[in-house]
């Protein structure tokens, strides 16, 4: 097996890292243990994103990243791998409109190519 790197584009830096919520990191890292295991590409596209034509304020508080589902990531690895994580986190920590279920993690086109989005809840509390 290969050992990928995590790719970024130009406007992620490490430092965003650091803005993340923890609870994201967990599954953010959740994720890049599944694409390392089946040698697939994690390819940063959002993180801290200040724009103020972002319809949410996720990426910008630290509650959303973004991550290319390029043609490696096929159906089936876009399945397992939205499952598990929503599985084991969906519940605590996920977030949803009205009259859905909670999730940490959808595959989708938003208009810019299909990509992976990964968002927690707002106002968590790990530890008490």
């Not at 790719?7 to 953010?28: H, Q, R, T, Y």
Request: glycine fraction near 4%; hydrophobic fraction near 40%.
């Amino acid at each position: 097996m290969r050992n990928k790197t995590i790719l970024k584009s130009a406007e992620i830096s490490i430092g965003d890292f650091l803005k993340i919520e923890p609870m994201l990191g967990v599954v953010f890292y959740h994720f890049v243990q599944y694409a390392v295991e089946y040698d697939l590409p994690v390819v940063i596209t959002s993180m801290i994103d200040e724009a103020p034509n972002r319809v949410s304020s996720t990426h910008n508080e630290g509650r959303a990243i973004d991550i290319r589902a390029s043609k490696e990531w096929t159906d089936l690895h876009t399945v397992r791998v939205c499952n598990k994580l929503n599985e084991l986190y969906a519940r605590k920590y996920g977030t949803a409109p009205a009259e859905k279920k909670p999730r940490v993690i959808i595959c989708h086109d938003a208009g810019t190519g299909k990509h992976f989005h990964l968002q927690i809840r707002r106002n968590l509390i790990l530890f008490k």
